[in-house]
């Protein structure tokens, strides 16, 4: 699949093997960025044989997705003789993705960059799309550009080694496409749901290029998010102030399938979808989500105050992506914490 972008074409390989890894292992004057956790886990067939000097081992956690990570890279980066024709290797989900996509876009104003997205969400999501994100003081995600990898390469085979809470994370957004896509992708899922959380890889397979291709039709026409590719935001709005509001306990993917939950909700409640759709959409997002992760997570004030906080909020009253009609996707500038809270407290119960 090629994804077009105003810098480059850009490339998304999906591997049925790891025999790819071999061909990178080649690239000359590279530094591997990994996942100290995929590193652990991989160390024998497919990292051993690279010089120590040309890994970077990097632990996946939130505080270390800052602008001291990105300036550590680059600090190694440059002690590569070639310069400019320095190559940066990146294998981990989205805490690795968004430092090294920062540090290939500042380092000589931007350098070649291959990413293997070892998550579901990163394979079936974030991978495209070419946002680099670093976290700031208490702020999420606030220091970021558009950067996107030159080649991407996708093996579902890293899926089987992910906890059952990154995997369904995963899901969280496999579903979300798959509903914004509209009844026919509904139906699709419900009729996949049990191969998916199986981990069956044809049918991963086939999802994450579906999601993949969806979420090109939108990136490829607003690269910079400053029209279209807002409904990509559906269930974030609410997602992300889950995420804060659990201090990230809840991955993101599930956070956006609690999100999608309390979106549609309030389109019901508002006349905007039906009951039947409403009612299939909470059967299958409930047999994706882990009810332990949700214990501290719904106070209502809370959620609601980290939402004014979310930095695509741009006046007082509340925005959000949600669907009406016939599954169609509009961003509605009028929501009220009231119905906000109701919304939450339906989910909360469903949920338990
Ligand atoms: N740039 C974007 O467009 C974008 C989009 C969505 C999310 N994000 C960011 O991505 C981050 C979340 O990323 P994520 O959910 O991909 O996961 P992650 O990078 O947070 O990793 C989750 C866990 O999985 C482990 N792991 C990674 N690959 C593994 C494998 N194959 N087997 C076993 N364990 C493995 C990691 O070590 C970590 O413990 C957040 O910081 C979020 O803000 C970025
Ligand atoms: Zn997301």
């Known amino acids: ?171 969280g957004e496999i579903v979300k496409f798959n509903i914004m896509y509209g009844e026919q992708g509904i139906t699709k899922i419900e009729n996949n749901i049990e191969q998916l959380l199986a981990r069956n890889k044809e049918t991963l397979d086939e999802f994450v290029e579906k999601s993949l291709i969806f979420k090109k039709g939108f990136i490829e026409e607003d690269e910079f998010d400053k029209g279209i590719r807002i409904h990509l935001n559906f269930a974030h709005t609410f997602g992300h102030a889950f995420e804060a509001v659990s201090n990230y306990m809840i991955p993101h993917g599930t956070a956006v399938a609690i999100g999608t939950l309390v979106a549609n909700r309030i389109s019901f409640e508002r006349g905007l979808l039906k009951e039947d759709i409403v009612t299939r959409i909470e059967t299958i997002i409930k047999k994706i989500i882990n009810v332990d992760l949700l214990q501290t997570s719904f106070n209502l004030d809370k959620i609601v105050d980290a939402m004014r906080k979310d930095k695509k909020q741009i006046n007082d009253n509340l925005t959000a992506v949600l669907l009406y009609g016939n599954m169609q996707l509009k961003v509605y500038h009028d929501l009220e914490k009231k119905e906000i809270k109701q919304a939450i407290s339906f989910v909360s119960n469903i949920l338990k």
């Open 1 to 171: 699949m090629i994804i077009k972008s105003s810098t480059k074409e850009y490339i998304v390989n999906i591997e049925k093997d790891f025999k790819f890894v071999e061909m990178l292992k080649k690239k000359e004057n590279a530094l591997f960025v990994i996942d100290r956790n995929l590193y652990n886990l991989y160390y024998r067939i497919l990292f051993q044989d690279i010089q120590k000097e040309k890994i970077y081992i990097i632990e996946a956690i939130e505080t270390n997705k800052t602008i001291e990570s990105a300036l550590s890279i680059c600090e190694v980066m440059t002690k590569i003789p070639a310069k400019r024709n320095v190559h940066l290797l990146s294998f981990g989900g989205g805490i690795v993705q968004d430092i090294t996509g920062f540090v290939a876009n500042i380092l000589y104003r931007g350098i070649s960059w291959t990413f293997v997205p070892t998550t579901l969400l990163a394979s079936c999501d974030s991978c495209i799309g070419g946002k680099t994100s670093l976290n700031y003081k208490q702020y999420k995600n606030l220091l970021g550009t558009f950067y996107p990898p030159d080649q991407i390469y996708i093996c579902s085979q890293f899926f089987n080694t992910l906890s059952d809470y990154d995997f369904k994370s995963g899901l």
